[in-house]
């Protein structure tokens, strides 16, 4: 009896030992999860938001959807132009005298391809409308409209993903903390991150600039 005591306490020890153990290194392990899980979903919104930026260049508008967005990467060219200086002589009917009239003469040099110009040989623009770590390939929400400031017609567009999307094996009450993540200068806050803005004119991220130094590395 006494040696089947022994064998309980023992084994009751290593249950709470692993239990303590699962609470101090699970919050550590999810935070390493989500960083490099959500570094690359940035990444790919990076490549959306300056594919957005040279739709706009060439358009005068955001895409609407990833469909138009991708062929447009396959097929646009942006216009290389150079701007220079010139002047000539105007006869004024006015004073009766040639007056010098200055002017500024953009000249086209050539087309330069988008997709050359963004991606060079790389063909990762193709899969960029896709949520990289989810299940079934889940998809970015992104829209585009036109909005008002002060009399200005403006176009925007917004990306989005879903973190329990993204984070959708790991624990639940660590997922739920970071859902509730509110205004912080080294996190997400929030339940998504986002490119963008449909409420005014801005392409940035919602993301600390952690992010964007591990992208520069």
């Not at 300056?50 to 469909?67: C, H, L, M, N, P």
């Not at 409308?129 to 009399?151: E, L, Q, R, W």
Request: no cysteine.
């Amino acid at each position: 009896m006494k040696t089947i005591i022994q064998v309980v306490l023992w084994i009751v020890s290593l249950g709470f030992g692993y239990l303590i153990y699962k609470s101090v290194n699970a919050p550590i392990e999810f935070k390493k999860v989500k960083i490099e899980r959500f570094t690359e979903v940035i990444s790919v919104m990076k490549d959306i938001k300056k594919s957005q930026e040279a739709y706009r260049t060439v358009q005068g508008r955001f895409a609407r959807d990833f469909k138009s967005l991708v062929a447009f990467v396959d097929t646009a060219n942006y216009t290389i132009t150079q701007q220079r200086d010139s002047s000539y002589f105007e006869f004024d009917k006015t004073y009766g005298i040639d007056v010098l009239k200055e002017v500024k003469i953009i000249d086209t040099l050539g087309l330069v391809s988008v997709k050359d110009s963004l991606f060079k040989k790389d063909n990762r623009y193709k899969n960029m409308m896709t949520i990289p770590h989810t299940v079934n390939n889940a998809k970015f929400v992104m829209s585009s409209k036109v909005i008002d400031i002060s009399g200005y017609r403006a176009p925007v567009f917004e990306v989005k993903a879903n973190k329990s999307l993204i984070l959708h094996d790991q624990p639940a009450d660590l997922l739920l903390a970071e859902n509730t993540i509110g205004k912080d200068i080294k996190e997400i806050s929030g339940t998504d991150i986002i490119v963008g803005s449909l409420e005014e004119v801005s392409t940035n991220g919602n993301w600390p600039p952690v992010y964007d130094r591990k992208d520069k590395k």
